[in-house]
């Protein structure tokens, strides 16, 4: 069974700073992984999609990269703005799911605080 | 832009009670599905649908129900509302291709009182 973890589970940076949110997952055949945002009380935000031929994705001032082999993916938010608080998902599309081979797989997030 | 719909966006309700959660979707998508979500919690998959006449329960148990007569309308059913049903519910949906991205809508935050 595939299980999501996310590290570190809170975050507090100032305004300006450079940082990386880490996901792992346990079983290494996926299809793709995505990164989400959700503000507090609100639905999912897609931020990047990576298949698990790609190594990373980038949209704006995020990065997101992929190392399927060991697991692993982490998201970088260069020049973080308070605007960036919020919860930040990671999810998994696992091959190996049975039937469900479509659903995703969720981490329990990084929350995210950037001060002014 | 949302391509994916839900309503109501709050809905208060008394115990007992039977509630409808409506999600549309107009990206012509095969999949669809539900995830629970209880404050600060993550989020759990309750029912998902592979197309019309196809509905699937989650991970988690739930006493609700769902039904997918059309392709882009994934309602979720509570037949007797109770304040354990007090949660989050989103829905999402993906093409039909494991490559797809699985898009959600702003959910339904259901209070059962």
């Known amino acids: 069974k595939q299980e999501v973890t996310q590290i570190p589970a809170a975050l507090s940076v100032p305004e300006g700073e450079n940082l990386v949110l880490n996901c792992s997952f346990t079983?290494?055949?996926?299809?793709?992984l995505q990164w989400f945002r959700q503000d507090p009380g609100k639905g999912l935000t897609s931020l990047l999609l990576i298949q698990s031929s790609q190594r990373e994705q980038t949209s704006g001032r995020l990065n997101a990269s992929l190392d399927k082999s060991s697991g692993r993916s982490t998201l970088y938010i260069a020049a973080s703005q308070p605007g960036d608080s919020a919860t930040y998902l990671c999810?998994?599309?696992?091959?190996?799911?049975?039937?469900?081979?479509?659903?995703?797989?969720f981490g329990k997030g990084t929350l995210l605080t950037v001060n002014p | 832009e949302a391509d994916i719909y839900q309503t109501p966006r709050y809905l208060v309700i008394g115990t007992g009670k039977k509630i409808t959660l409506e999600c549309s979707q107009t990206?012509?998508?095969?999949?669809m599905y539900w995830y629970q979500q209880d404050p600060g919690m993550e989020l759990h998959l309750i029912h998902y649908?592979?197309?019309?006449?196809?509905?699937e329960k989650g991970d988690l148990s739930s006493e609700s129900t769902v039904s997918r007569i059309r392709t882009e309308h994934f309602p979720l059913t509570l037949e007797s509302a109770r304040p354990s049903h007090t949660s989050q519910y989103l829905c999402?949906?993906?093409?039909?291709?494991?490559?797809?991205?699985?898009?959600f809508g702003s959910g339904t935050r259901l209070t059962v009182v």
């Open positions: 079983d290494s055949a996926i299809y793709n």
């Open positions: 999810a998994v599309r696992s091959e190996n799911s049975g039937g469900s081979n479509y659903k995703l797989t």
């Open positions: 990206m012509g998508h095969d999949k």
């Open positions: 649908s592979y197309g019309v006449n196809s509905t």
């Open positions: 999402a949906s993906s093409a039909g291709i494991s490559r797809g991205l699985t898009t």
